[in-house]
Each structure stands twice: as structure tokens, then as C-alpha cells.
């Protein structure tokens, strides 16, 4: 199995640019999170979902756009890049019964705003 | 909101030596799961051990332990026989019943010296 897959695990962008991290996994994991990562703050959560259709927003959500139209999918969108977004994003999934708080995490995406 | 505190930024032990990694926590909720999450510099994270708070025992894995306190809302991983692997960043992280979110700690940077 691969797992939780991220893409790209590097990207450098202007300010004002668009882009999209990609999220797959494949273990039919109904739970499925986005989470930044910046140095001295650990790790907060920006989006998560826990079904296709159903998305919700976390700690810091201002910026990123996610939609959940299938299971395996879990696309984050920044709209209009800004240096505050520079950080190193992770993909998580877990099965939303039976063990909650087990995540299964991507290898990270670490995007650099100029 | 719950927060998760880890007052130790860095340590740095020998090989061979037990160290104990400290957490405190804060919450309103009896029910919960606590973590402690491995992440090397491979950037990977990974699941060390979990404890849940209606278990009064004192999860284990190995050569990980930890030391629950919930009256206190502490939550401290003990390593022994620390392993040169053993270097990385570890991060406490609490799930709340019904949050469907990680909330995790500013991580301590553990070294492991030959």
C-alpha cells in the first residue's frame, strides 16, 4: 500500500500565485486532515473531513480552500499565496471509528512563498 | 479549547541512557486519547504510543513507556535504552471525544549522542 501520498513535496511560488497540494491515500480512510507545520508551533490543523462531501474547518483555516468529492482525495487550495503560508504542510487520514487520533501522515509538502 | 504544552524545547541524552520527555495538558473532558508522535529528519511522522484516559495502566511499547497523570493532566514518554534512531522530534498530541482534531505540542527536539 502506499499509504497517504502527497504531491509536490517541494514548491516555491510568488505571492499572489494559486496552487493546489494533492492528498491521496488508499485505505478507504473516512478521516482525512490537513495540517501546517511551522518551527516553535508544533503542528495545527487548517482543514479536515471526515467523508466525502463533508469538510470543516480547524485552527487556521484563513487562505486554503479543500473540497472532499471522493474518499481517497483530499485536494488543499491557496488561493493567493502569501509569505505567511510559507511552511511545511501535512496530509493525515485515519479511520473515524475504532482508534481515533491514530493518523496516517503524508511525507509532508514544503512550500515556499517569495 | 484544549491546548497541549511541552516545556522542553531540546534534549540531548547518551546512547543507552533513559529519558523522560514531559506534556501537560488542558481540558474539560474526561474522555480522551493522548499521543506522543515520533517525526525523524526524514520529515515522516510517526506514532509512537497512545493512552487512553479511562485506562489507568500505563501504556507501553517496547522500550517507549509513559507516565499518565490524569489528575494532573500529564503526560510524559519515557525512552530507555535510547537508540541513536531514537533522534528526532517528538510531539504530545491530546484528541478530544467529538473534536475530530489532533491538537498537538511544540515538540521537543530529542538527540541521542554515540
Known amino acids: 500500500n502506499a499509504g497517504v501520498t502527497q504531491t509536490p513535496k517541494f514548491q516555491v511560488l510568488k505571492t499572489g500565485q494559486s496552487m493546489t497540494l494533492q492528498c491521496a491515500q488508499d485505505m478507504n480512510h473516512e478521516y482525512m486532515s490537513w495540517y501546517r507545520q511551522d518551527p516553535g508551533m508544533g503542528l495545527r490543523l487548517i482543514h479536515y473531513s471526515v467523508g466525502a462531501g463533508i469538510t470543516d474547518q480547524g485552527e487556521v483555516p484563513n487562505g486554503y480552500n479543500v473540497s472532499r468529492s471522493t474518499t481517497e482525495d483530499f485536494p488543499l487550495r491557496l488561493l493567493s499565496a502569501a509569505p505567511s503560508q510559507t511552511s511545511v504542510y501535512f496530509c493525515?487520514?485515519?479511520?473515524?471509528?475504532?482508534?481515533?487520533?491514530?493518523?496516517?501522515f503524508g511525507e509532508g509538502s514544503r512550500l515556499t512563498v517569495l | 479549547a484544549q491546548t497541549v504544552t511541552q516545556s522542553q524545547p531540546e534534549m540531548s541524552v547518551q546512547e543507552a541512557e533513559t529519558v523522560t520527555l514531559s506534556c501537560t495538558y488542558d481540558t474539560s473532558e474526561n474522555n480522551y486519547y493522548l499521543f506522543w508522535y515520533k517525526q525523524p529528519p526524514s520529515r515522516q511522522m510517526i506514532l509512537v504510543i497512545r493512552?487512553?484516559?479511562?485506562?489507568?495502566q500505563n501504556a507501553t511499547e517496547n522500550r517507549f513507556s509513559v507516565n499518565f497523570q490524569k489528575a494532573a493532566k500529564s503526560f510524559s514518554l519515557k525512552i530507555s535504552d535510547s537508540q541513536l534512531g531514537d533522534t528526532a522530534m517528538y510531539f504530545c498530541?491530546?484528541?478530544?471525544?467529538?473534536?475530530?482534531?489532533?491538537?498537538f505540542g511544540q515538540g521537543t527536539r530529542l538527540t541521542i549522542n554515540p
Open positions: 493525515a487520514s485515519s479511520y473515524s471509528r475504532g482508534r481515533p487520533g491514530e493518523l496516517f
Open positions: 498530541a491530546f484528541w478530544g471525544q467529538g473534536a475530530q482534531k489532533l491538537v
Open positions: 493512552q487512553e484516559a479511562y485506562k489507568q
